[in-house]
């Protein structure tokens, strides 16, 4: 089996070595390396240009974007199997494709998606049962998908009118027409935040997409659960943007919400580390992360303690940063006669907070599409749950 990687590139100088090298270094040998870049001007060309023996095709010329520049890619591939990695990226290790050629091997898979990290965070495992959600959310980074050209070839390439939902759009095209996913919890690559894929764009585009595939294939009754994770989205965002600023909003939003010198965290997955750097941006101390992996304890998450709720006083207030398991780890505490509201509170209700009060602030319901009642009506919710 033979294996294609693309690698688009934009001025990755300082990434792009550490990238091909990921992909030069793979045990498994039978891999074809394409690399496109945009027409880079800080030094990226003269990296790739080092390693282009090894390469079995690449160019650095303009593009309308980064669906145009991964299409191309695929209009070169031979191999029997197309996976995509960006130039601020790289595979975890070097068993990477000899893994996914066992999958490949003992199945009948046309697409097989793993998993991603950052910052030392897997994102979460995305099994067979979850795929529905896709009509709600991009679930399956594009780094750890790994697809049958004749996919491509039968089904067509990116849809280069997007600008970051190309992706997205892609995976439920060939969803909706019935091509099985295989869902692995194989850790395939490392990928660098910040990408243009992060931002407010990317969150507007995810949305029409995800309208526009319910409407389609008439999944209106997902329309809440869309609705739900678009405010999510762009809760975090804003909330990160004033994160980055030390906005003394949240300072403010903290008090207000009985977190003031220290708190306590559940949660060290991907919100985990959301809510931490939200604390740290008000000089709120986090006494540790609170947890129910018994793997976890008595390890630590960017320098904090990670304890079970029964190690130790419990002496400030709790914020559980995870969204999903709210209720389950609310029950466990009121238990434990704590009250939500003055013992705990959700780091999703103070993201829903700030953000109610800055899309207010700077006339953000155009950018958006939403307004301050949107995110108040959120909280409204969940007290009267």
């Not at 009948?108 to 795929?131: F, M």
Request: aromatic fraction near 12%; charge should be negative.
């Amino acid at each position: 089996m033979k294996f294609t990687v693309i690698t688009v590139t934009y001025n990755c100088v300082t990434t792009i070595e550490h990238t091909i090298n990921s992909v030069l270094s793979q045990k498994y040998k039978d891999i074809e390396y394409i690399i496109i870049d945009g027409k880079s001007t800080d030094g990226t060309i003269d990296k790739i240009r080092k390693y282009e023996k090894h390469l079995a095709y690449w160019i650095s010329e303009s593009d309308t974007g980064i669906y145009n520049a991964m299409n191309k890619g695929i209009s070169h591939a031979t191999g029997d199997v197309i996976g995509f990695l960006n130039g601020d990226d790289w595979y975890i290790n070097d068993q990477v494709f000899n893994r996914l050629y066992e999958l490949f091997a003992t199945s009948n898979a046309q697409i097989i998606a793993g998993r991603v990290t950052s910052e030392g965070s897997p994102r979460r495992v995305v099994t067979q049962k979850d795929l529905d959600i896709l009509f709600c959310k991009m679930l399956l980074p594009h780094q750890a998908i790994f697809t049958k050209k004749e996919i491509f070839e039968n089904y067509g390439y990116f849809n280069e009118q997007y600008k970051t939902a190309g992706d997205y759009d892609w995976i439920l095209r060939v969803y909706t027409k019935g091509i099985p996913i295989t869902c692995t919890d194989l850790i395939v690559a490392e990928f660098s935040l910040g990408g243009k894929g992060s931002g407010c764009e990317a969150i507007v585009e995810q949305r029409e997409v995800s309208l526009k595939y319910l409407k389609q294939y008439n999944k209106i009754e997902l329309y809440e659960k869309v609705q739900g994770e678009y405010l999510l989205e762009t809760a975090v965002f804003i909330t990160d943007y004033l994160v980055s600023l030390k906005d003394p909003i949240i300072a403010q939003i903290l008090n207000e919400n009985a977190v003031s010198d220290a708190c306590f965290v559940w949660g060290t997955g991907y919100y985990g580390n959301k809510c931490r750097k939200l604390l740290e941006s008000a000089n709120v101390t986090i006494e540790a992360f609170l947890d129910n992996d018994k793997n976890k304890f008595g390890k630590s998450s960017h320098g904090i303690p990670i304890k079970a709720y029964s190690e130790g006083s419990i002496n400030s207030i709790i914020i559980i940063s995870t969204c999903d398991y709210y209720e389950e780890i609310g029950s466990q505490l009121r238990e434990h006669g704590l009250n939500e509201g003055t013992d705990y509170i959700s780091y999703y209700e103070l993201i829903m907070k700030i953000a109610s009060i800055e899309i207010k602030k700077n006339e953000w319901e155009t950018k958006f599409g939403l307004s301050s009642a949107d995110f108040k009506s959120v909280i409204r919710a969940l007290h009267n749950n």
